[in-house]
């Protein structure tokens, strides 16, 4: 594999804010700066940003943008239009930052100079778009909807335990009593208090229902996209379209991994050794994509209840004296394993 530094001519890093970006173009093999220029983050300015690029570098090029989930985003679809190799890089870290200051020229140096070492196979990609992009729009969508559905029934719970409605409300609410909750009216006997309590906790029961029918519509969506991406995905034991749609988000395209241990590495499932002393043992990685890595493990609890051979493979490894944990991180490091593998039969999934 070769680096940065020899495949290339130029490197242009990019410091992206809300009004500005800042770009520095560094040569390649001998790592000199050449030109330093921020522009604009309009439309006109961000083509001019793109032909002052291409003025001023010769050969092949790579675009280092930190942030293209964000504020580099336009840019970074502007540049693939425009036929230019983009990578995204990490900010540098506070360590990083105390030794050599900061500023927008400097940041935007150090976003080139951390690629120039990178190996061309290993390059962060931009994040997707198209049906991928729509995917992840939908579970940002879902995810807030959810907490606030969440968040909305705890606070009616509470309300109906703590005012006396003639509710018994002991027990976790069902979507039964949320609609009667939503139907009450004022009664005419309600104190000042069980006035305005009655008040809110209808609605905050009819917030619970539509908030019910935008995750089914939401759900509904994600199903048709997902097919659309990777027919039959849903089909799998255990997958769903909402778990389904985390995994082709994270996954993006092929070619952002170079085996399916690099994808296990994002979800999180990789061993990590835990030994000491005469005990040999693994445990589970706290690191990588927490989305993804909860998309597998809701899939993984599901087999544990429903999946024959997953059962019965738990009643194996518990046997020999594993952990439910234990077990369960096997598990989904074989399940990231099996899902790679699948996905890489996808021809709809191309960069």
Known sequence: MTIVA?????VVGVDTHARTHTYCIIEAPTGLVTLYHQFDTTPKALA???NWI??????????????????????????EQAGIEVCEVQPPKRAQRRARGKSDLVDAEAAARSALAVHTSQLAQVRASGIRAALSVLITARQLVSRQHSANINALTALLRCVDLGFDARRALTSCQIKQVASWRAHRSDTVEQAYGRLEASRLAKTIIQADRELVANKTRLTSLVNQLAPGLVDEPGFGPVTCAQILVAYSHHGRFSSEA?????AGVNPLPASSGNTVRYRLNRG???????????????????????????DKRTKQGLTYRETKRLLKRYLARHIYRVLQKYDTLTP
């Open 6 to 10: 020899q495949t290339f001519d130029h």
């Open 48 to 50: 001019r940003a793109i």
């Open 54 to 79: 291409k003025h001023h570098t010769s050969g092949r090029t790579l675009v280092a943008i930190e942030g293209t989930g964000c504020y580099g985003a336009d840019l970074a679809r502007r540049l």
């Open 262 to 266: 690099g994808f296990a590495g994002l």
């Open 288 to 314: 990588g994509d927490r989305q993804l890595n909860h998309a597998l493990d809701t899939i993984i609890k599901t087999r544990l209840r429903c999946h024959p051979e997953t059962m019965a493979y738990l």
